[in-house]
């Protein structure tokens, strides 16, 4: 099973509506090409919305992980903003570490996506993730320095 990253919170909710809507354009295509796919944000987007669950990377950690524990591979859909995505960083965090190849899709044309395989730890070079305040997890909880949704 495929596992789509994306970024998706934003402080603008259009650009998270856009995000859902490119992971569900997304989600068609590989679908179309005979790929079993999972995607956090077509999953989630609609039901956190109308029933005000959290946005924040830190309250899906738990759930997307256990999906990621069932991938065999991990996408990335490539979206603007990408390197700053706290969720994204997570998921690459855990693809590194459990050995998950790593792909991005671009999106060529209306209709098409090249896909390339990327090293993780590439990817993670890239991105700007400021450290969070360890104080906020309580006693216990490890700094995952990088979830939301996507």
């Known amino acids: 099973m495929?596992?789509?990253?994306?970024?998706?919170?934003?402080?603008?909710?259009?650009?998270?509506?856009?995000?859902y809507d490119q992971a569900c354009h997304c989600c068609a295509w590989l679908f179309n090409r005979g790929d079993h796919v999972y995607s956090p944000i077509v999953h989630w987007h609609e039901i956190a919305s109308r029933h005000k669950l959290p946005t924040?990377?830190?309250?899906?950690?738990?759930?997307n992980q256990h999906f990621l524990t069932k991938a065999n591979r991990v996408y990335v859909l490539w979206l603007a903003e990408w390197e700053h995505s706290r969720g994204l960083h997570f998921e690459?965090?855990?693809?590194?570490?459990?050995?998950?190849?790593v792909y991005t899709l671009e999106r060529t044309d209306r209709n098409s996506y090249s896909v390339?395989?990327?090293?993780?730890q590439y990817l993670?070079?890239?991105?700007?993730?400021?450290?969070?305040?360890?104080?906020?997890r309580g006693p216990?909880?490890?700094?995952?320095?990088?979830?939301e949704r996507g």
């Open 92 to 101: 690459l965090t855990y693809a590194l570490t459990a050995g998950l190849p």
């Open 56 to 63: 924040d990377a830190f309250a899906w950690q738990k759930e």
């Open 116 to 120: 390339t395989l990327r090293a993780p």
């Open 124 to 136: 993670l070079k890239q991105m700007d993730i400021p450290d969070e305040d360890n104080s906020k």
């Open 140 to 147: 216990g909880r490890a700094n995952t320095k990088g979830h």
């Open 2 to 19: 495929i596992y789509l990253a994306q970024p998706y919170s934003h402080p603008e909710p259009t650009m998270q509506a856009w995000r």
